[in-house]
């Protein structure tokens, strides 16, 4: 999923939009600084789908140009999408996975559909491989993580750790992070790396799916250096330092502000779109 000569990738407009200004060298650092930098100024959200606009077109110019020039947001597949052309570009060595979100469901509840993006990467002179995840919504990891099973490993923000399942195939993980003291399984995934129209495969079912969260409800997400901001609906939350403030919105203008101003997603890339009205059917999604 390398970018070609036809599909090169912007790798200083990007730098812009997440204003980043640090060292280029692929090393361990410079890959933690671009990870923050970021799942700090690219949003999470999912207007399209809840507009009725499937995301199924995962190239670096698609994806530049969403997320870059017209300054929106997105989600997994298109965040961690984007940063892996960045990645490339830079001289890591980029492997893209899928995941089977868990969170938040039973432990006897169906197997879920292959519908979350990550990325392993692998850092010039360096053993091993670290997890990278900035598309996983509320949760996403905010530093990247040794693609190893066992050992607790700290973030920017919550602990976590990868616990390898039993299986008689591929090795398999199981994501993890501490919430509140508790230890929540977040996805789980192999290291199968994915072409490119599997991962748009993926996108377009949870863009399109009638019953899917996406196109259902409305959500959005930041991570900034202290905190996490996440919003549901009418809900918004902002999680620091173990405590939590909550603000419930009454209006979709309200909700429609806070996107704007609290997540920087840049709304009037859907002029022609009646967004405050769809948004208005979805505030207690």
Known sequence: MGSSPSDAFDLPGYFGRIGYHGSTQPDSDTLRAIV?????????????????????????AALTDKLITRRRGGYCYEHNGLLGYAL??????????????????????????????????TV????????????????????????????VQQTRHEPYRLIELPTRHEPEYELAAQVRGQ???????????????????GSWYVSTHPGGVFVVGLSAALVTDDARINLR?????????????????????????????????????????????????????
């Open 36 to 60: 923050a930098a970021h799942g700090r100024s690219i949003p999470f959200e999912n207007l399209d789908p809840l507009l009725g606009m499937p995301v199924a077109d995962l190239g670096a």
């Open 88 to 121: 490339d570009e830079l001289g890591y060595g980029v492997e893209r996975l899928a995941g089977r979100v868990v969170w938040m469901k039973e432990p006897d509840a169906p197997l879920p559909a292959l519908t979350h993006n990550v990325l392993a990467v």
């Open 124 to 151: 010039p002179g360096e053993a091993g491989r670290y997890l990278v995840d900035v598309g996983f919504g509320g949760q996403t990891l905010s530093s990247p993580i040794r693609l190893q099973a066992g050992a």
């Open 183 to 201: 230890w929540q399984p977040l996805y789980r995934f192999t290291t199968v790396p994915q072409p490119r129209i599997d991962l748009e495969v």
């Open 233 to 285: 609906g009418r809900n918004l939350a902002i999680h620091r330092g173990g405590e939590t403030e909550r603000i419930r919105f009454d209006t979709a203008a309200q909700v429609l502000d806070a996107l704007t101003e609290r997540f920087g997603v840049n709304l009037s890339d859907l002029d022609g779109v009646d967004v405050e009205a769809r948004v208005a059917q979805v505030l207690d999604s």
